[in-house]
């Protein structure tokens, strides 16, 4: 099938199938093809010389691995032909794509822990070492690396591997990551060198708002296995143990939150390369590291991603020299250091915003976010910190020689290297940047864990923030490896530290005044992000290795309901977070009880575990009975008759629609009394965590679009579009982060990089553009695009596991035009807003035409004042 091609399989949620901790990984392929309504029909696998044969399938996501299993350091060599509809021959065969186990038992592991010597206080670096000799050529070499820290491994002189804060940050009591490289080309007959630079990371350096560190231990650690194969088979195995030797890093100070300091008059040239003298230098001292814990990534690691240019060099009020990027990001500044005399000194601090000309740090609380180079005399050169990240817009540079300009300076962007899939455009410039800085404020805090904000001193792995952002982001990237490590840090801390209880940031650190406890929308990550996953991906297999996970929650959750799911008072619960009402020292202030909250999302979230035991061919009887007695619950107590809220809020209203919480007869007046509320408060936003990504659904669904279309188009604080308004380029934590007059919000918490709000997005890729999954992993698609007033087109792209998928539509008065994409081997529904039927359409490209009624502005009453009808 000449017209039909396939591209390269892909291995599990890999991007790089390279040191993998799966036997029998799943594979998925996506074929590409003009050809209308085509579907496979078959496929054959082929694993070295394994062959699947022609298998009589339409799958092709996730199939199982039928070969036989791979044992550790195991190559094979997988690709992949199909057959589609009509067609007796099959498309050519996929390129090759090489799958390599990493190190699977425990006994594969030789190495040793070793520990620098302790070089002062602080938080300096440090630099280990040994030379090794290979008397044969060298057929192949993997590095297996991890660390108690952050480490960044080199051989022969040359850095190995593009990654950044390696090993990352999981739950290491129980989990420890460790990296597979391909080194083959560093290495040579003869003699080599291989060294580690090591510093603090999240292990042992300052975590949480707390001013504490040495949460896991006192000492930094490498745990490095070099595995090199010659000719003749055999292979030369270099570790970590008590030969290698280590000195004081030339980076004297290198923390996550206050930054790092390179004095380059202390450099070592040439340290990681054979022949250099490490006589003074200290041997290293052994430690222990339980190779139990030891795991291979599921997803890609942190990387640098892309550079952002200086957009102005300007003079604060004060005198200080302020370069703006133009854009609030995550990662570090790389400079060109002019030719200066030695020990001069250049100190650049970072921070999101101005404040009144100044650079507003108060916002960062402990974290220095500064860093700092002492030159060297020894002429110009490239400089970029290696160990931190800071989340900026602007810098402040002092002590720099001469004129600062901007070619002498970039920002370099780190986040987890997720693959972008999804894509969103609309007339509205506003809204389209709006969606832009909920991209960026992804990027931001996808840095090795979903994270709640990265520039102060917290940074943690909010459970309550990517529950409720979980949809948009898998809409924008793939973000199921990464999430996949994630969720089972959860897990683990959940069952085997918390007794069922899920901590409210993961990995979990006791910074708080308070118990652990479950708390409603935090612990429901638990259930509601691998539900959020499955739908989006088809992968039945998360659910499997999350059940234990999902259920015990429930469980917990009931627990804390009582007997008559009536969440008694007492304890401290999130609720509504940032609620708009709520004052800035008081941000569980919502106007919705939290016990409200509860009731509603432990209802949620007891049919989503039912539905899941379904998946899995499970008995949810008992989450489903729970389910509706916490429905019920919510509706005797919250919910009159006529299906008004007791607590008039656009969060209760929205939780009690869309957590499908309401009989039919209360439905219909409730989603009046939604929009009404939406009304009486001035058709701002008046929600907080829980409620903001549910309200504009919510309206969409009772049939209030117009008031959904007012709500994100209002441009006055608090509302989405208030802070593009005040130049915002990322999500804020608070509606008015910033004041209309400049200043920083007060509260003692106001991040200016803090996706959670940004969870409307999703409401713009299913209701604005119209593109959603009809079935898990967009086997089957939905398309059902709402035109409303304001907005006259919109667009929206993601690349589903079958292929790219793609809606966008224009309205030019009452002329309605719609192109749609669907991929091979699905269909779609498409659902035009001109109320006629459904329409069913297969894979390809199809377009339509409608004339339609697009939805009127809603109507305000006298009391809004039209300042253009004055003018």
């Not at 402990?366 to 002429?379: E, H, Y």
């Not at 701002?684 to 008031?707: C, K, N, Q, R, Y």
């Amino acid at each position: 099938m000449s017209d039909v091609t396939v591209a390269p399989v892909t291995v599990e949620h890999h991007r790089e199938p390279l040191g993998i901790g799966d036997i029998r990984p799943r594979l998925s392929w996506v074929t590409s093809t003009e050809l209308p309504d085509w579907h496979q029909t078959a496929y054959e696998l082929e694993v070295d010389d394994w062959s699947s044969g022609r298998v009589a399938s339409d799958e092709s996501v996730l199939v199982p691995w039928g070969a036989p299993p791979l044992t550790s350091r195991e190559r094979r060599s997988v690709r992949v032909r199909v057959w589609g509809t009509g067609a007796a021959e099959p498309s050519a065969w996929s390129e090759d794509v090489v799958v390599e186990a990493g190190l699977l038992e425990p006994a594969d592991w030789t190495a040793t822990l070793v520990r620098p010597v302790p070089v002062g206080e602080g938080e300096p670096a440090a630099l280990l070492r040994r030379e090794f000799v290979l008397d044969r050529p060298v057929v192949r070499a993997r590095l297996y690396a991890t660390a108690q820290g952050v480490y960044e491994a080199e051989l022969n002189g040359a850095v190995v591997g593009d990654q950044v804060l390696a090993p990352g940050w999981t739950s290491y009591r129980h989990r420890l990551r460790y990296q597979t490289h391909d080194v083959t080309g560093l290495l040579r007959e003869g003699a080599n060198a291989i060294g580690v630079h090591l510093a603090d990371g999240w292990f042992t350096g300052f975590l949480g708002f707390t001013g504490k560190r040495d949460w896991y231990g006192d000492r930094t650690g490498a745990f490095v296995q070099l595995e090199v194969e010659h000719p003749d088979g055999s292979r030369t195995v270099v570790t970590t143990d008590g030969s290698w030797r280590s000195a004081p890093s030339p980076l004297t100070r290198a923390g996550l939150y206050n930054g790092e300091t390179f004095d380059s008059r202390r450099e070592l040239p040439g340290w990681s390369a054979p022949a250099f003298d490490d006589g003074d230098w200290a041997p290293v001292e052994t430690g222990s590291l339980d190779v139990g814990t030891l795991v291979a990534p599921t997803g890609p690691p942190v990387r640098r991603t892309g550079t952002v240019p200086v957009r102005e060099i300007s003079t604060s009020p004060s005198g200080a020299t302020l370069v703006d990027f133009g854009q609030n990001l995550v990662g570090r500044i790389r400079f060109a250091l002019p030719d200066a005399p030695a020990g001069t000194e250049i100190t650049v601090r970072h921070a999101e915003v101005l404040e009144h000309g100044e650079l507003g740090t108060r916002p960062l609380k402990a974290a220095r976010a500064t860093d700092v180079v002492v030159l060297d005399g020894n002429g110009p050169r490239t400089w970029e910190p290696r160990f931190t990240s800071h989340g900026f817009r602007y810098a402040e540079v002092s002590g720099w020689p001469g004129e600062l300009t901007a070619d002498a300076l970039e920002a370099v962007v780190l986040h987890t290297d997720l693959r972008r899939t999804g894509t969103f455009s609309c007339s509205d410039p506003d809204v389209e940047r709006l969606h832009e800085n909920v991209v960026w404020g992804m990027r931001g805090n996808f840095l090795d864990l979903p994270t709640d904000c990265p520039q102060r001193d917290e940074r943690l792995g909010w459970t309550g923030d990517l529950q409720v952002f979980a949809p948009t982001a898998s809409f924008l990237y793939d973000t199921t490896g990464m999430l996949r490590s994630w969720l089972a840090d959860l897990a683990v801390e959940q069952l085997e530290d918390h007794d069922g209880i899920v901590p409210m940031y993961v990995p979990f650190l006791p910074l708080l005044p308070f118990p652990l406890q479950a708390d409603v929308g935090w612990g429901d990550a638990a259930v509601v992000v691998p539900w959020v996953l499955y739908q989006r991906t088809g992968d039945a297999g998360l659910l499997a290795d999350q059940w234990a996970s999902m259920t015990a929650w429930i469980d917990v959750f009931a627990a804390r309901a009582g007997a008559d799911l009536d969440f008694p008072e007492g304890g401290f619960s999130f609720g509504d977070w940032l609620d708009t009402a709520a004052p800035p020292d008081n941000p569980a202030a919502a106007r919705t009880p939290w016990q409200c909250v509860a009731t509603a999302y432990l209802a949620r979230s007891a049919r989503t575990v039912a539905e899941a035991a379904e998946v899995l061919g499970r008995d949810g009887t008992r989450f489903a009975d729970l389910a509706e007695r916490a429905a019920q619950r919510f509706r005797a107590e919250y919910v009159t008759p006529t299906g008004r809220v007791t607590f008039p809020s656009q969060t209760a209203y929205a939780l009690a629609l869309e957590f499908d919480l309401l009989t039919p007869e209360q439905r219909e007046h409730a989603g009046a009394l939604l929009a009404e509320q939406v009304l009486k408060d001035g058709f701002h936003i008046a929600t907080g965590f829980l409620g903001t990504p549910l309200v504009t659904d919510a309206l969409t669904s009772a049939g209030e679009l117009p008031t959904a279309y007012e709500l994100l188009l209002q441009r006055e604080n608090p509302s989405w579009l208030y802070p593009v308004t005040m130049g915002a380029t990322t999500i804020w934590e608070r509606w008015d982060s910033m004041l209309p007059d400049g200043t920083i919000n007060p509260g003692e918490m106001t991040s200016f990089n803090h996706y959670a709000l940004g969870a409307v997005a999703d409401w713009l890729h299913r209701t604005v553009a119209g593109l959603a999954p009809a079935a898990p992993g967009y086997r089957r698609l939905r398309v059902a695009p709402r035109p409303g007033p304001g907005i006259t087109a919109a667009a929206a792209t993601h690349d589903t596991p079958y292929g790219p998928a793609s809606v966008s539509w224009t309205v030019d008065g009452s002329d309605f035009a719609l192109d749609v994409v669907v991929p091979p081997s699905t269909t779609a529904e498409v659902v035009l807003p001109d109320g006629g039927a459904p329409v069913e359409v297969g894979s390809g490209r199809h377009s339509f035409t409608r004339e339609i009624t697009v939805p009127a502005p809603v109507e305000k009453p006298a009391l809004f004042f039209d300042p253009d009808a004055h003018s």
